[in-house]
């Protein structure tokens, strides 16, 4: 198989490598106080978490809901988010859970203070079961 040279394959950019890569970010979405996240909140890269003045568990949606929307994932398909703490309570701790089907591997907790973020990596483990490290 030929590599591409620029004349009829693909290539990123046009070679320049100072060009920028853009990618596409919707508007965070929000999460509050006890949420059971939806697909739409883990899969679109940013979660913005406001927990209040209280300790919060955010649970993952339930992987049968997952796979419904990622349908093409197949085993060691991942994604990553972040979590991003957005109250000022010294309080407001926000604690990753698991949910139906998820297996939850590390340091869980985003800590209560504003702009602290958890990055997290989900992959797919088998048919039904999702793992959720914790990158940083």
């Known amino acids: 198989m030929a590599l591409p040279n620029g004349a009829g394959g693909y290539q990123v950019g046009d070679g ?19 949420a059971t996240l939806t697909v739409a909140q883990i899969t679109s890269g940013i ?3 406001s927990p ?3 300790a919060s568990a955010y649970t993952l949606p339930a992987v049968a809901t997952l796979e419904a929307t990622v349908s093409s994932a197949k085993v060691n398909s991942s994604f990553d988010f972040s979590v ?24 869980a907790t985003v800590a209560a203070t504003a702009g602290t973020t958890g990055s ?3 992959v797919k483990t088998g048919d039904g079961t999702w793992s959720l490290y914790r990158l940083s």
């Open 120 to 122: 997290f990596r989900a």
């Open 16 to 34: 320049n490598i100072t060009e920028v890569t853009l990618g596409v970010q919707p508007t965070p979405p929000t999460a509050t106080t006890g």
């Open 84 to 107: 991003c703490n957005v109250n000022g309570s010294s309080t407001g701790v926000i604690t990753m859970t698991a949910g139906t089907g998820w297996t939850v591997v590390g340091l």
């Open 47 to 49: 979660l913005l978490g």
């Open 52 to 54: 209040g003045t209280t």
